[in-house]
């Protein structure tokens, strides 16, 4: 495996990601179809040309959940390599309001669970690692090397003080 240069690392597509925190719960998704198609994650997905991460993840959750995010907050950056070639920037968000009611659709079936008890055996292996810090609002950039949906490598930065 050759290591990955992240100074001048660049993506093929760009997404977002976000997990909605209300006291003890966290609400996340499983995904129904495309990459992750089974896993439990948060709401997100790819940005359209244009768009705005901020703009990507509130359209997301309204497409994956029908409902509207009204304060989603920066609070972390995923860079992913796959050895397949395919790599990906991820914008990670953290919300404790929306309006509506969360709903499955085509892309996802919501699910509430206690941020103690976070499914991390149906998750991708790397959120086990930044998903806790990102939960309490510490900012954070990881780096993940993949090999299919088995990681190889991998680095997270954190900073506390932002």
Not at 11 to 39: D, H, W, Y
Request: hydrophobic content about 40%; charged content about 30%; proline content about 5%.
């Amino acid at each position: 495996m050759q290591s990955v240069n992240w100074a001048t690392w660049k993506p093929k597509e760009t997404a977002t990601l976000c997990f909605v925190r209300q006291g003890t719960r966290v609400l996340m998704i499983r995904k129904k179809r495309g990459l992750g198609a089974g896993k439990i994650n948060g709401v997100g997905g790819r940005l359209e040309p244009g768009e705005t991460p901020e703009t990507g993840i509130v359209r997301e959750a309204e497409e994956e959940l029908r409902v509207t995010l009204l304060d989603p907050a920066r609070c972390g950056e995923l860079h992913f390599q796959f050895l397949d070639g395919y790599s990906l920037f991820c914008t990670v968000f953290l919300a404790t309001r929306f309006d509506g009611v969360p709903a499955s659709t085509e892309e996802a079936d919501p699910i509430w669970y206690d941020v103690d008890r976070l499914p991390f055996d149906e998750m991708w292996e790397d959120d086990e690692l930044w998903l806790g810090g990102a939960l309490a609002g510490v900012f954070f950039r990881g780096y993940f090397v993949f090999d299919g949906e088995r990681m190889v490598s991998h680095q997270v930065d954190w900073e506390p003080e932002r």
